[in-house]
């Protein structure tokens, strides 16, 4: 099974370990370890990890993981990384087309994020979903549809926020139903339809997913 957000952790942490010497991270010169720098890119996980969890991942006792929260340092690197992140999720999702399903899939992992970093991630999205439902809306009262570029985003955008509310509603479901009545209005049967994925287990296949992978390019 392939997992979106894994992506994301496996490159950073080979950028990581293929720094240089005189590299900096927000200015600072590198001071942490391999295993502690994964440990900080999992923190986007612990909306379905445990912090057992991620010790085990990143190879660190709990007791190590437990105290680095405690420093100023190691916190100021997961805020950065979760940013960095959410950064690249939404660039993610707005670049291309994807097929149902993988919206869907998408939907899934972001709704396992940790909270802060699915606000990163929704805030901006939703708000660009608002702004192209209302400018929809105008459109549609003079005959018109959106322009091609306008027009994707709003797909893209509505199929990934259609897909997660399926999955877990929010307050947000008013604005994308509203969102939906637009786009069904000006492209016919183009959000008749949804492709779930099961909620179940998906933690545990993320979690054994992460083990495997993290694991084999611990013994490259």
Not at 171 to 191: D, H, Q, T
Request: with cysteine; hydrophobic share 40%; charged share 30%.
């Amino acid at each position: 099974m392939y997992f979106f957000t894994a992506e994301w952790v496996e490159a950073a942490l080979e950028r990581y370990r293929r720094r240089q010497p005189d590299d900096t991270i927000m200015g600072k010169k590198v001071v942490f370890s391999d295993r502690h720098y994964l440990a900080a890119l999992l923190h986007i996980y612990t909306g379905s990890f445990s912090l057992e969890g991620i010790a085990q991942l990143s190879r660190i006792s709990l007791e190590e993981l437990l105290f680095q929260r405690t420093q100023v340092d190691f916190m100021s690197l997961v805020d950065y990384l979760q940013t960095r992140f959410s950064e690249w999720f939404r660039e993610h999702l707005l670049m291309r087309d994807f097929e149902l399903a993988e919206y869907g899939r998408l939907a899934l992992e972001y709704i396992h994020l940790e909270e802060q970093v699915q606000s990163q991630i929704k805030i901006p999205l939703l708000n660009q979903l608002k702004n192209l439902c209302y400018e929809l809306e105008d459109k549609l009262s003079g005959g018109k549809r959106l322009a091609p570029y306008d027009e994707a985003l709003f797909r893209r955008l509505l199929l990934f926020f259609l897909s997660s509310e399926a999955l877990r509603p929010t307050l947000s479901s008013r604005l994308v139903n509203r969102a939906r009545e637009a786009g069904e209005r000006a492209y016919p049967g183009e959000f008749a339809r949804l492709e779930l994925p099961e909620k179940d287990g998906f933690s545990e296949s993320l979690f054994r997913y992460l083990k495997e992978c993290l694991n084999y390019e611990e013994r490259a």
